[in-house]
């Protein structure tokens, strides 16, 4: 299922910082890595963009949009929603701003909070750092199973 993010929302519930010149980038970093490991597609938007920046810039399965001052983030996110129309039900809208929540739900998208979209990221990554161990161990019948093969022994 396809994303539509608020991206100022979520950059603080990953741990980044709103503050950092390079805020967007990071984030953008972080979304391709999400869509990556969960072969996803995101479109996330940003709010002020500087003069002479492109309105939007392709990283991959990321989208970023870049809105002008005279507009928001959340107003080109419900535009979007407007522009899917029923298509909309097949996205998830991730904003913890109720108006852009409502927004969603009223074109029947599904909806999540920042805070549990940076879950899902932090879950897909720890996964590919830390994967878990299969067991390794053969079970008495799979040994005798296995040495049977090898050996050439009948089943007894």
């Known amino acids: 299922m396809p994303y539509l993010i ?6 603080p519930k990953l741990g980044l910082r709103l503050d950092a ?14 869509c990556r490991l969960r072969r996803a597609q995101v479109e996330v ?14 990283f991959g399965a990321v989208t970023a949009y870049f809105v002008r001052k005279a507009s928001s983030a959340d107003a080109a996110i419900e ?8 298509a909309a039900r097949n996205w998830t ?28 990221v932090m879950s897909a990554q720890a996964a590919t750092v830390f994967p878990q161990k299969a067991n390794e161990s053969l079970t008495p019948a799979e040994l005798e199973e296995w040495l049977t093969l090898f050996e050439g022994r009948k089943k007894g």
């Open 6 to 11: 608020d991206g100022h929302n979520l950059i």
């Open 21 to 34: 010149i390079d805020d967007e980038l990071a984030l953008v970093t972080r979304l391709q890595q999400f």
């Open 45 to 58: 938007y940003f709010d002020g963009a500087p003069p002479g920046q492109p309105a939007r810039r392709k």
């Open 79 to 86: 535009s979007r929603l407007e522009k899917l129309g029923k």
């Open 93 to 120: 809208v991730v904003s913890s701003d109720h108006r852009v929540q409502n927004a969603a739900r009223a074109v029947h998208a599904q909806v999540i909070s920042a805070e549990e979209f940076a879950r899902l």
